[in-house]
Structures are given as C-alpha cells and as structure tokens.
C-alpha cells in the first residue's frame, strides 16, 4: 500500500517537471523573449530554476499529499500559492546571475499561470477518473439524493455534505442551509447561504423549490430532532437524515451514511443504550434455550446470544417456518455455533420435558406466547392454554432440571389488563415470581411496551395499507402507546439475564408514549403523501379487550432504580401461593371445555383484570 502510494507521487512529481519544463519554453515564445538552450544563458537559468523551484514548492506546501477525488477551492488555491515560489526565486536568480539584463516581466506572469492552470487541470482530470472508478468499484450503495436540496445544520457534519455532494453529485443543486444560531443566519458555509432558522423551513422549501431535505445534525437530542423532522414533514419534500455520530462507521464519509427517516426517528426520546459486552459474558459457554425462538423478539435474542459464543444455542418454536429462517441465517453468520432447532410446543409436557432433560439448558428466555389481543379476546381459553400453562410447564422444568436463570417475556398488556392476553401475561408474571420463592432458579420477568415492525404490531399493517393505496385504519383519535425497538427490547431482556437476582420484574422507561395517530400521519409523510388529501385515515373504534393507553407499572408495585437509569424494577407483589395455585387447577379442568369462558377465573388471579362488557353475558366461570 505504502510502495503505490510512493510511485502515485513520483508519477505526480514527474507530470509536474514536464509541465514546468513546457510552460517555461511556451513562456519565452509568447513573450517574445529568445530562448538558447546554450549554458549559462540566463533563458536556461531560468528553465532549471523554474523545474526545480516548481516540484520542491509544490512539495512544501504539501500538493502531493492531497486525496484529489475529495478536493476543492482550497486545494486549487494551494496550487496557486505553491507556484508563487518559483516565480519569486526564478526572478532572484536570473537578476543576481544577469546583473543589468532585463527580462519581461510578462514572460513571468505567463510561466506561472500557464505552470499552475496545467498543473490544476491534470489534477482535475484525476479527480473525475477517480471518481468515476470509485462508483464502479464501491460497495456502498450511493444515497439517492438529487434535485434542489435543503441541508439542516451549518456545522462540520453539514460543511462534509455540502463539499461531498458538491464534488461528486452532479445532480445535485443545495440551494439553502437551515441553522439555528443567530450569529450563523446571513452567513455562507461552502458557498450556500444560511438562510434563516427551523421555523423557516416550509417557506423556504417553497422558495427555492427544494425536492430534498438532509438533516445534518448528528448530534442533536432525540427530541430536538423530532421536532424538526417534524416540522419537514409540513413539506412535500423527500426526507433524509444523518445518523448520530455513535452510529457512524466513518465519520469521514457522511453522504453514505445518509438515510430514508424511518419512523423509529420519530419516537421522541433517546434509544435506550445497554452495553453488551459487559453483560452478556454470563452466557459464554452456557447452554441457551429461547422458547418462541423464531419469532420477532425471540429471533433477535438468537442473534445476539449467538454473537457471544454460547456453548449450545437450542431454538424452540412450534412454527418452523420462522425456525427455520433463523436457523439458517445463524448458520450462516456464526458457521461454528453449536446451533440446535426443535420444533414442539410449550404446551406439550412431555415434548418441553424431553428438551431439558436432553441438553440441560443453563439458561431460558421465554419468548412462546399468544400476544395478538383481538384474537384472543375470540378464544380465551387457548390464551390460557398456551401463556399461563405454556409458561408454567416451562418454568416447572427449569426448577427440575436446575437451570440457573429463567427470563420472561412480559408485557405492559400485564398491568390492569382490559383483555385476556394482558391478564394471561399478568398471571405468567406471577407463576415465575412464586416459583423464585421456592427454587434455586432465579426467575424474573422483563415487561415492555409495543415493539416496532413485530409480527402483529400496527406498522406493518399500516405499510400493507399503504401499498394498498389506504386507508390507514386507526382504532381511535387518542388511543396512545408506548414504543420501542426490537434491538432496545432485547438488550433490556439481555441485561435483565445478566443482571437477575431472582422475582424481579425489569421494567423500561420508555418516556412519552405515541399517538398511534401520529405514527399513521407520519409514515405517510414519510412514503411522500399528503394524509387525508392522498391518503385516507379512518377510525374503526376499539376493539374488544383494547383500551386508550396502557401502563407500564402497577401502582401498587413501586420502583427501584438500577445501574441504567432507563431501567426499573419493580417490587413484587405478594402472592398467596396456595390461593394461586389452587385456581390454577381449576382453570386447568375449565379451559378445555369449548363452551366455558375462563374469564372469571382470571379474575379471581388478577383482581384489576377488567373483564370486556361485550362477554359479560357468556357462560363466564365465576366459582
């Protein structure tokens, strides 16, 4: 590497003596001086002064080191300065050699431009080739970014994009920057005029006509950012956003770096950070068993407890179809993983109990369960079925087999649950924590809100609706969640393992919850329509067992902060055992009798399960 980039100088080193060498010649002729390549006649003084003068100034002020596919004025301003110092000493030289023979000073003035514009053209015919080369051979795929453009953010991250975009897109026009700080506004950055603050954005989006708007402020907050993105949703502009500076690969090349606003940008607070590293040592050399492996949390724990070297990673999912996806991206990625997939249901005691007594698992995460709310608010006693019993029989064999650690997956739907599937969780919560009081297992639960882009969750039903042309349906104006992302939720579920000293229930701050409203305008805004005007948003009321907002904490649970400051823990609940498990048997003779409805024994468990009006007057089993 460094041996071309050796011989790529002395090739420039070379190109420049010619050019020096012609330009001097081209000089005495244009000038109308004589020229006698006979020693020591001043014209070859001159000549030999100039050659040599050239190359070493050039060298000083450093030409040779300059990345050419990346240059602008202040590299073609250098040339110009480093050819300064051959005029100078060439003059000196010839007046002190020649005293009292005068040459035109035009002869001079024509060698330095016609040295510096030869030199500057041969550069800028490297800087197209390089340029071109470097779209053919790169694998980063070039942004898609073209027309009149709007940069947002008048600091060095806004300074690269415009001298990149500059440079190297040529159908590109940044007509305006955007910037906040007074001092800034009436100001040039690179040649474009800092036009005014945030709150001009939409006038003078009109003004100039801009087609794209970059968000180049990869240090502004979370919220700050929502804001503004915001506000460029009031546009009909395409919206592009830089990535916060943790998320760079290369803080040097920001125009790759530069993406679609994907609707997590929108959330409004910061991601939850959790350092993996730190805590995932516990499962290196483990046994690790995920139960609902294959689904959207459940795949992505895979992928994470994979990446710090288990001693086995056992998948388990009564779907294959998405078992045998992660199983073969797994096997792709991590080709030494000692990976096990088996297909079985946590229902089955016999099947779950052959899986720990097989490979004796040291560690599970419980991911299986029914979590589509409407549906199980239609079958209630298979929510009972496969949550509660599923999530029983797991932990049953993880007491008997002496697994060290077992991590729930809960929900917010657990607390004062309006529906089925939340009291089912709520029941789950409970299950791990009695069975904490007796084992040498630590249980513990993690429990979080809606997980964006999940099987089920409303984004994807909204994109479907949108490639249907609309309408988006929205349950209702003010309905309201809280939100995160599938990598948040696993790395809260992650340390939660790492971290567990038996019946807690971890639970994630997760800040503002979400207009689900807002998330249907703004994802329109982002596929470039108009909501209302071009596409339609209709509201179908509530459905059975959903309510307006849901909470993260039981009141009468309390919290105890942790180490991240994002995560909680809250106190358990007191449980009567023997009153519990009681009702458990009961619902374990119920639920199998089609035309019972197990509601009110849930009821009984959870006494803030509110049960739906619209089954109040089914057969309910109230005993």
Not at 187 to 216: C, M, P, R
């Amino acid at each position: 590497m460094k041996s071309n980039r050796v011989l790529n100088m002395f090739s420039y080193v070379i190109y420049d003596f010619i050019i020096a060498f012609v330009s001097t010649i081209v000089s005495f002729w244009l000038s109308g001086e004589n020229f006698t390549f006979i020693w020591p006649d001043k014209s070859v003084l001159i000549l030999v002064s100039w050659c040599i003068t050239s190359v070493l100034s050039l060298y000083i002020v450093k030409i040779y080191n300059i990345l050419w596919r990346f240059s602008g004025f202040n590299e073609i301003l250098r040339i110009f300065v480093g050819c300064l110092i051959p005029l100078g000493v060439t003059a000196i030289a010839q007046k002190s050699v020649f005293v009292g023979e005068d040459v035109k000073t035009s002869l001079y003035l024509l060698n330095y431009f016609i040295t510096a514009c030869a030199i500057l053209a041969q550069r800028f015919v490297v800087r197209s080739f390089e340029i071109k080369l470097a779209e053919k051979t790169s694998n980063t795929p070039k942004s898609k970014i073209t027309g009149n453009v709007m940069i947002i953010g008048a600091g060095a991250a806004g300074e690269a994009i415009i001298k990149e975009l500059s440079n190297n897109y040529r159908n590109v026009k940044i007509k305006c920057i955007i910037d906040d700080n007074p001092s800034k506004i009436g100001q040039y950055l690179g040649g474009i005029h800092i036009v005014g603050s945030v709150g001009t954005i939409v006038n003078n989006a009109e003004k100039y006509d801009i087609d794209t708007i970059i968000f180049a402020i990869p240090t502004c907050s979370i919220a700050r950012r929502t804001e503004i993105l915001n506000i460029c949703h009031l546009t009909k502009c395409n919206l592009k956003i830089l990535p916060q500076l943790y998320q760079l690969e290369n803080v040097n090349e920001f125009v790759p770096a530069i993406r679609k606003v994907e609707i997590e940008d929108l959330l409004g607070r910061e991601p939850i950070k959790v350092n993996l590293d730190s805590v995932m040592d516990y499962v290196q050399n483990q046994v690790v068993l995920v139960t609902g492996g294959g689904g959207t949390i459940g795949s992505e724990l895979c992928r994470q407890i994979a990446s710090h070297n288990p001693k086995q990673l056992i998948i388990f999912d009564i779907y294959e179809n998405n078992a045998y996806e992660i199983q073969n991206e797994l096997k792709h990625s991590y080709p030494n993983l000692d990976l096990v997939t088996l297909i079985g249901s946590v229902r089955d005691s016999k099947r779950i109990d052959y899986v720990f007594r097989t490979y004796k698992p040291q560690i599970v995460y419980h991911a299986a369960a029914h979590k589509h709310v409407p549906l199980m608010e239609d079958s209630p006693n298979e929510s009972i079925k496969n949550n509660v019993f599923g999530t029983y029989k797991t932990a049953e064999c993880a007491d008997r087999y002496g697994v060290k650690r077992f991590v729930l997956i809960s929900t917010d739907k657990a607390v004062n649950p309006t529906n089925i599937m939340g009291a089912s969780k709520r029941i789950c919560e409970m299950i791990v924590q009695t069975f904490n009081d007796t084992s040498k297992t630590e249980f513990v639960a993690v429990r979080f809100g809606n997980v964006l882009g999940s099987n089920g969750s409303v984004i994807p039903l909204f994109k479907k609706q949108l490639e249907q042309g609309g309408p988006l349906t929205v349950t209702d104006p003010n309905i309201i969640r809280y939100f995160m992302t599938i990598p948040e939720a696993v790395s809260l579920v992650l340390q939660a393992g790492a971290n567990a000293k038996g019946g807690e229930i971890f639970v994630l701050d997760m800040g503002q919850p979400v207009k689900i409203l807002s998330l249907a305008e703004n994802l329109i805004r982002l596929s470039g329509f108009i909501p209302y005007k071009d596409i339609g948003i209709e509201f179908t009321g509530l459905r059975p067992g959903e309510k307006l907002y849901e909470e993260l904490l039981m009141s009468e649970e309390g919290l105890t902060a942790t180490e991240n400051e994002l995560i909680h823990i809250g106190r358990p609940i007191d449980i009567d055992r023997d009153e519990l498990l009681g009702t458990l048997n009961e619902m374990r003779e119920i639920m199998y009798d089609e035309k019972a409805d197990i509601r009110g024994l849930v009821k009984r468990i959870v006494p803030t399960y509110q049960i739906p009006k619209t089954v109040e007057e089914r057969e309910i089993v109230n005993v």
